[in-house]
């Protein structure tokens, strides 16, 4: 993905916040995030003001273009989108917004891909066909009756997606064209943010690994239940130094170029890339009441030594531009 910044312009950004309802997609709706990220977008827009003296535009609670474009003539040449994302969303289709698409930054993944990447079969696809990354092994089926079959017919073994054989049968037979059967890694998670191309790095780089811990059966509860705080820390350069899978693993998601949140399966096993997230919680710890509420890219960037205000300062600098978000295209598989 091409990215292109105008570095020679004072940011002055606009934080948006999820209002819409996400669209239907293949039949299935993605739930709409209690209050619509409301708080990481407080804190996105707190940090940045108060502690780099970026400005900030105030925001609107109507989500309809003409807000955004209020935002634009109050002087924003830079969009927050702190929300879900989809390819009907306003700053991607809106031809009054695209008026100044050339003259401002967003910070966000293109509305597109995330739309397309949110089907996760494709993403799996379009990493195996580079035959470059360690995966776990998935398959897809259609509704079926008989799962046992589907299990022994794949080598595939409890636990997958559910834990129990009857909750797998009650997915299997949930709506929905095909569902995606992965083997269940054991052993650390851990997430891994990468940050973008800009005038400071030419290329991808990526931030140091944060471990997730204290998982309920199997799995990380949600920063919304836990704070991400208290069940997760960043690995230090000297920890990652005695690991070369940290450095594998770091490399292959500068390669991905996307925010990956990995797992291996053994102690003495590489990683295996897991998960792309492309919309990441960016909670910040400065704002009064949210001191426990550090995300896990600002986490990731304290083991380097960066403040959080550092980090959203940087991420704030590195946006692309709208244009360039509006007319960023889906890789082929071919």
């Known amino acids: 993905m091409s990215v292109h910044t105008i570095s020679s312009v004072q940011p002055r950004v606009a934080v948006l916040y999820q209002a819409l309802d996400p ?21 996105s827009a707190y940090v940045p003001q108060e502690q780099c003296r970026i400005p900030v535009v105030t925001p609107q609670p109507d989500p309809q273009p003409s807000r955004i474009l209020q935002a634009v003539k109050d002087d924003a040449n830079c969009l927050w989108a702190n929300t879900i994302l989809f390819s009907e969303l306003p700053m991607q ?27 996760k079969n494709l993403v799996n696809s379009l990493l195996r066909k580079t ?9 897809v089926i259609p509704a079926t009756d ?8 794949n080598d595939l073994q409890l636990p997958i997606v559910c834990e129990t054989l009857e909750e797998l049968r009650q997915h299997v037979a949930s709506p929905g064209s095909g569902i995606i059967l992965e ?6 998670k851990g997430t891994v943010t990468v940050m973008p191309p800009s ?31 208290k069940n997760s820390r960043a690995f230090w350069p000297e920890e990652m130094d005695k ?72 991420i704030v600098r590195s946006a692309s531009t709208l244009q360039a978000l509006r007319d960023t295209e889906l890789p082929s598989l071919s």
């Not at 035959?131 to 398959?139: A, E, I, L, T, Y």
């Not at 199997?218 to 836990?226: L, M, Y």
């Not at 996307?258 to 797992?263: E, Q, T």
């Open 23 to 43: 669209p239907l997609i293949d039949g299935v709706r993605r739930p709409k995030r209690p209050r619509g990220y409301h708080e990481s977008g407080a804190d």
């Open 183 to 188: 083997n269940f890694l054991s052993g650390k």
């Open 146 to 153: 008989d799962i046992e079959m589907v299990l022994v017919k």
């Open 243 to 314: 690991d070369s899978a940290c450095a594998r693993v770091m490399q292959d998601c500068e390669e991905v170029a996307r925010l990956l949140r990995v797992k291996r399966d053994a102690p003495d096993s590489q990683f295996a890339l897991f998960e792309v997230n492309m919309k990441p919680n960016m909670a910040a710890p400065l704002r009064p009441g949210r001191e426990d509420q550090a995300s896990l890219t600002s986490m990731a960037a304290s083991a380097i030594g960066w403040k959080p205000a550092q980090i959203l300062e940087a």
């Open 93 to 119: 289709t809106s031809p009054n917004i695209g008026q100044y698409a050339n003259l401002l930054t967003a910070v966000g993944q293109p509305p597109r891909l995330v739309q397309a990447y949110d089907d």
């Open 131 to 139: 035959g470059k990354f360690n995966m776990p092994f998935s398959c």
């Open 199 to 229: 005038n400071e790095h030419a290329d991808y780089w990526a931030l140091p690994i944060v471990v997730r811990f204290n998982h309920v059966d199997g799995i990380a509860p949600s920063n919304g239940v836990v704070a991400g705080t």
